[in-house]
C-alpha cells in the first residue's frame, strides 16, 4: 500500500469516527466513555495523518 493510499484510507477512517461520533453526542443517553474513546481515536488517526503527509513532503 503506498502512502498516499494509506493516508486515503486513514481519512475513510477518520470520518467514519466522526459520523460514529455525532450519532453517539445525539443521543440523550450519551456514554462518556465510549465519546472520550471515538475522540482519542480520531486524534491518534489525525496525528498518523499528519505524520505521514509531513513524511510524503521530503
Excluded: C, F
Excluded at 40 to 53: A, F, S, V
Amino acid at each position: 500500500m503506498t502512502i498516499h493510499a494509506h493516508i486515503a484510507s486513514l481519512e475513510k477512517k477518520h470520518g467514519a469516527l466522526e459520523e460514529k461520533l455525532n450519532d453517539v453526542l445525539a443521543s440523550p443517553s450519551a456514554d462518556d466513555t465510549e465519546i472520550a474513546y471515538l475522540k482519542r481515536m480520531k486524534l491518534r488517526i489525525k496525528d498518523e495523518m499528519q505524520r505521514l503527509k509531513t513524511s510524503t513532503r521530503h
